[in-house]
């Protein structure tokens, strides 16, 4: 909930934004104001090892509460008030409240009354696994308490740049069934409340400082709804989250830092998706309608039909930080890599900057195909991407080639899937996934 909202609920807003604090920072409130002696490590303690730099100067590795202060201040970040018993009993009301509906407190624990029985572990999602690739991508498998299935998302460091990107996921599974890509074949499962998706950035955020003093995650700054699942199938949960993060009083992140990117299920939801504070993406992957059924066999709508509900969605935006859009092409060898497959897409994405009234920003992302198993898609040489980027570029469309991060651990973009079936599985964090 916003800001005013939980100053409702907690009977003043500087408790409300404490707690904020805290969530922005992936603190557990009903933890750092109960000063719990083992505030960060029983529950990342047994991944630590995984990650490339793991915190120095505690017993088991990790931040102790007395630290904290010194990361706020370092962060350049407020220092919470304090909040008393009374205040953090009505955030466990809170939290019981949430995940009663959800299904998640069994009866002994909604009846507790220790407030650390009903942290955002316990009421939301754990951690269940970290890999972490060569080039430090760290991919996050994280156990759903409603029903124990698995999403990941991962945290990609741009060591020169001072920050990491996040690519966060919107659904359990996905429906779209685009044929390069791994979560398309797990089908959909469910889709993830605002709350779960939310708890990914808490976790990133918590990993990224607990490892930050030698910089090998720097902190989160930008946010990409590119994970598993399509944000068009589960809007409502999307566009609530994507203006919590960029709340001021919440997460803060600037609407140009987090993007939303649609396969476009139909022309309709590029409107609805741009009730969201946040910039728009699309999947295209190929503009001729024949090969684009070939790479995402449940498209329903012509590519000229979808073009024109991308372009009304963009003539609605009036901020500059929203005019800022993006076409996806996931490029693959002999399927959509050749120099007509640009001049079609130059074509497209031109018809768009004309038709779209005032500037716009608009780019191209390349992304070269990564290795899915696929019986025949192969990843294009560079050579070949390069050319494809240059006719762009010639033809005055901005193009740039996503570097590829994280496929030794099937962490890059189209690889992200997990195994994890509806059936309750046994929380034990010492009975880690492969």
């Given at each position: 909930m916003d800001i005013e909202e939980l100053s409702n609920q907690l009977n003043g807003k500087g408790r409300a934004q404490a707690v904020w604090d805290c969530y922005r920072l992936g603190i557990d409130p009903l933890l750092y104001f109960t000063k719990s002696p083992d505030l960060e490590g029983y529950s990342l303690a047994p991944f630590m090892d995984s990650l490339r730099s793991p915190p120095q100067n505690h017993e088991n590795g990790l931040s102790s509460v007395d630290d904290l202060e010194t990361v706020y201040k370092r962060m350049q970040k407020r220092v919470p008030n304090g909040l008393g018993l009374n205040a953090l009993g009505l955030v466990a009301d809170l939290a019981k409240r949430t995940s009663h509906e959800a299904g998640?407190?069994?009866?002994?624990?909604?009846?507790?009354?220790?407030?650390?029985?009903?942290?955002?572990?316990?009421?939301?999602?754990?951690?269940?696994?970290?890999?972490?690739?060569?080039?430090?991508?760290?991919?996050?498998?994280?156990?759903?308490?409603?029903?124990?299935?698995?999403?990941?998302?991962?945290?990609?460091?741009?060591?020169?740049?001072?920050r990491s990107t996040l690519c966060i996921s919107s659904q359990v599974g996905c429906a779209q069934g685009c044929t390069f890509c791994a979560t398309g074949k797990m089908g959909k499962l469910r889709n993830l409340s605002s709350d779960e998706i939310l708890v990914q950035v808490y976790y990133a955020n918590k990993i990224c400082r607990l490892t930050g003093d030698d910089q090998k995650l720097p902190p989160v700054n930008n946010i990409v709804f590119m994970g598993m699942g399509e944000p068009a199938d589960n809007i409502d949960a999307v566009v609530r989250t994507a203006n919590i993060l960029t709340d001021q009083d919440l997460f803060g992140l600037g609407q140009s830092k987090v993007t939303i990117s649609t396969v476009a299920p139909s022309?309709?939801?590029?409107?609805?998706?741009?009730?969201?504070?946040?910039?728009?993406?699309?999947?295209?992957h190929a503009v001729n309608d024949k090969l684009r059924k070939k790479l995402v066999p449940t498209t329903r709508y012509t590519m000229e039909e979808l073009r024109m509900g991308f372009v009304n969605a963009l003539n609605t935006r009036n901020s500059k930080s929203l005019r800022m859009t993006m076409l996806e092409i996931a490029l693959i060898h002999d399927v959509n890599d050749q120099l007509s497959h640009a001049d079609d897409l130059a074509d497209f994405a031109l018809n768009i900057m004309h038709d779209v009234k005032g500037s716009i920003k608009l780019v191209v992302n390349l992304i070269p195909f990564n290795d899915i198993g696929h019986a025949t898609y192969r990843k294009p040489s560079i050579e070949r991407v390069l050319a494809f980027q240059k006719r762009l570029v010639d033809r005055g469309v901005y193009t740039y080639i996503r570097k590829t991060r994280g496929d030794d651990e099937s962490a890059a973009c189209g690889q992200l899937a997990t195994t994890m079936k509806k059936q309750r599985k046994d929380q034990n964090h010492g009975d880690l996934a492969p």
């Open positions: 998640v407190l069994d009866e002994t624990r909604e009846k507790c009354n220790d407030l650390r029985s009903v942290t955002v572990e316990d009421t939301i999602a754990t951690l269940y696994h970290i890999n972490v690739s060569a080039d430090g991508t760290t991919k996050l498998l994280l156990n759903m308490q409603r029903d124990n299935l698995q999403v990941e998302t991962v945290i990609i460091p741009w060591l020169e740049r001072g022309p309709e939801v590029f409107m609805k998706l741009a009730s969201a504070n946040a910039a728009l993406a699309w999947s295209v």
